[in-house]
């Protein structure tokens, strides 16, 4: 069976900075962010997760990913944020 990945929104409760990445299990890796295992997001504990996107294969979510990371993929974040 194929792994199903996703792209997911972080907000940080500290900054209210928000982080893109992904993963198979987003509600895991939130768990994983909120320990202290990731070098950006561990200076921005605690962290909420906002909003998960089912992408498929690891490569479509990389792409995805990496959308979201650029300026227009922001602004469709925030459209959808409602801001």
Known sequence: MDVVYYVYLLESQKT???????????????????????????????????????????????KREKYYKSAAGKRKLKTLMGN
């Open 16 to 62: 209210g900075i928000w982080y893109v990445g992904l993963s198979a299990n987003p509600e895991e890796r939130l768990v994983q962010h909120n320990r202290g295992k990731s070098k950006f997001t561990k200076g921005h504990i605690p962290w909420i997760l906002l909003y998960k996107e089912e992408v498929g294969d690891l490569k479509e979510a990389r």
